[in-house]
Nanobody, 119 residues
Framework: QVQLAESGGGLVQPGGSLRLSCAAS????????MAWYRQAPGKQRELVAR???????NYADSVKGRFTISRDNAKNTVYLQMNSLKPEDTAVYYC?????????????WGQGTQVTVSS
């Protein structure tokens, strides 16, 4: 079974950093359109960062200059480096990607990882 699994969330003080990871497991041939979303309590899920080409990404205005999306194709893993964290970054973070499996292309979500920014 193909799935995405996030890790790296936790509790961090304002101004701190975290790096989230999202690894694809199961039998798949390719992965593209990798992205990170987040959902804060009582709010809709929002896009945080996404690849728009092999070497270009765009970011939500609220995280520009603080967050960086990256990937390791050999490990089928996408990362989100989060610096200068603020309390308003508190949310469940989800990765999303298109995966090519024997059944064809499909869009997949991870289960989410909690990020809490608090002193």
């Amino acid at each position: 079974q193909v799935q995405l699994a996030e890790s790296g969330g936790g509790l961090v003080q304002p101004g701190g950093s975290l790096r989230l990871s999202c690894a694809a497991s199961g039998s798949r041939f390719s992965m593209n359109a990798m992205a990170w979303y987040r959902q804060a309590p009582g709010k809709q899920r929002e896009l945080v960062a996404r690849y728009i080409s092999d070497d270009s990404a765009n970011y939500a205005d609220s995280v520009k200059g603080r967050f960086t999306i990256s990937r390791d194709n050999a490990k089928n893993t996408v990362y989100l480096q989060m610096n200068s964290l603020k309390p308003e970054d508190t949310a469940v973070y989800y990765c999303n990607a298109n995966l090519l499996t024997v059944a064809g292309w499909g869009n997949y979500w991870g289960q989410g990882t909690q990020v809490t920014v608090s002193s």
